[in-house]
Structure formats: C-alpha cells, structure tokens
C-alpha cells in the first residue's frame, strides 16, 4: 500500500478508523487491479480515495452515508481520467518542490562532510575530533537521505540520468578537491551549489511539461 500512497499522504491511512480503514483498502484493491492505469495513474487515485475518505470521516459520515454505492463503483469513480488529472498536477507539483529542498539540504549537509574531511586530512578541527566526526556523520546521513529521496523521485517519473551522474561527479571532485587542498577556503561549495542550480535550471522544464499532460 505505501508504494501507492504519496509520502505527503501517509500520515492520513494512520488517522482513518478501522471502518474507513476496511473500505479504504477494498477500493485500492480494485485500483491496483485495474490494468488500464498505469502506476502513476493507480497512484494518483489511490491517493484521492484516501483523501476523500478522511474527509468523510472528519465531517462525522459512516460509510454507509459518505459511500452507499458498491465499491467497485467508487473504486471507477475516483479512476476518472478528469480527477486523475488534478491529483496528478497536485502530486507532480509536491515532487518538484521535495526535489528542490532535498537539493538544498545536499549541498548544506554536503558542505559539512566535506568541511570535516578537510580537518581530517589538515589535522587542524573546528572543536575536537570526535564532535567534529560527530557532526560529520550526522550530516552525512542527512545528505545521503535526502539524495535518496531526490533520485527516488526522479526515477518515478522516468527523468534523465543527467542527475544521478551530476551529483556522482560533483561529489568526486569535491571530496578529490577538499585531499589535495590544505585550506577550507576552496571551490568545493560553489561547485556543490553550480550543481544545484544546473539539476534546477534542467528538471524544473521537465516537471512543467508533467503538469501539462
């Protein structure tokens, strides 16, 4: 079920009670089921239904007042190509704007790792070693998520590997950099922050041409 429900949504399926739960489920069945949808299309409606019976429940309706109707029409109903196509925009535009603040969250935390690895090599740290790595490796896991969650979204909608191998590339040649340089003052954050704007210059059009399918 996760893999249909937006990361946006998630929370909602924890709020639904058991009732709403049972007829939630039944529906994203017969979504899932319908081969005449593709994934993101099954996505799309999956996560209107969920929408549309938390805010059944929260209005007090049971679900033989919100959805009288048997579930295999409501499971039609929210597969409608014109609903289908405003939770697509809505989804579409959640992920453009996911991938610009994990980007940003890349290059901070980036910066930090990268700061670290210079201590490391100069033997000269900003408070002691372990705090130091401490932080390091905080920030490392932070980067390392976030990334995930950037790529994870651009190989949903089937984007260009341009991406992926931007961010490999960039990161070699700051980690290369940041060995052979025995100052923190060096290009390393500009080159992380020329990457962020090139991803955004190229994947912005790209997400624009998804909104108006």
């Not at 007829?23 to 593709?38: A, G, Q, R």
């Not at 014109?82 to 910066?111: G, H, P």
């Not at 984007?159 to 950099?177: G, R, W």
Request: glycine share 2%.
């Amino acid at each position: 079920m996760k893999k249909q429900i937006h990361i946006d949504n998630l929370y909602l399926t924890k709020k639904l009670s058991p009732e709403y739960q049972e007829f939630f489920n039944d529906v994203l069945n017969k979504i899932t089921s319908t081969n005449s949808l593709t994934d993101f299309e099954k996505s799309a409606a999956a996560n209107y239904a969920l929408e549309q019976c938390f805010d059944a429940m929260k209005e007090g309706k049971t679900i033989k007042e919100a959805f009288p109707q048997p579930v295999k029409d409501y499971a039609a109903k929210f597969s409608k190509r014109s609903v289908l196509q405003s939770m697509r925009k809505k989804l579409c535009q959640q992920d453009y704007e996911k991938v610009i603040i994990a980007s940003i969250w890349v290059v901070f935390t980036l910066s930090m790792v990268l700061f670290f690895l210079n201590n490391l090599v100069t033997g000269k740290y900003l408070i002691n070693y372990w705090l130091d790595a401490l932080i390091g490796c905080v920030a490392g896991a932070i980067a390392f998520q976030n990334y995930r969650i950037k790529h994870r979204i651009i190989k949903r909608y089937n984007f260009k590997s341009i991406y992926k191998y931007l961010d490999i590339v960039t990161i070699l040649m700051c980690v290369f950099i940041k060995i052979i340089s025995k100052s923190n003052f060096d290009i390393t954050y500009l080159l992380l922050v020329i990457s962020f704007f090139v991803t955004k210059k190229n994947i912005t059009p790209e997400f624009e041409a998804m909104l108006k399918k």
